[in-house]
């Protein structure tokens, strides 16, 4: 059963689409039929750049395991990483 209910969300990073490397400002995620993977349902995460129109666009399809799985592992590595190492906050540099 699909929910028709999309999460949107800000971003700030980059992604490789067909067209090469582009600016990720927006993503979507979504649990619906997905296009390639072979399940009924997918977890499907969107990320894109609306200015820059549809090539600028890189999707995956992910099993509720991996899609939790990924969670997961997002969360250890940033847990292991020093606090705001890749924050978007400006960084002072040392002479």
């Excluded at 979504?30 to 995460?45: K, L, M, R, S």
């Excluded at 399809?61 to 969670?71: D, G």
């Amino acid at each position: 059963m699909c929910t028709y209910q999309t999460h949107t969300v800000e971003l700030d990073g980059a992604a490789k689409g067909a067209s090469g490397w582009f600016t990720v400002t927006g993503g979507a995620v979504y649990v619906d039929h997905p296009f390639h993977a072979g399940h009924e349902h997918t977890v499907n995460i969107a990320f894109t750049n609306a200015a820059e129109g549809p090539s600028a666009r890189a999707a995956v399809e992910l099993t509720e395991e991996a899609a939790l799985a990924l969670v997961d592992a997002i969360q250890k590595a940033l847990a292991a990483a020093p606090p705001g190492l890749a924050s978007a906050k400006p960084r002072t540099r040392t002479a």
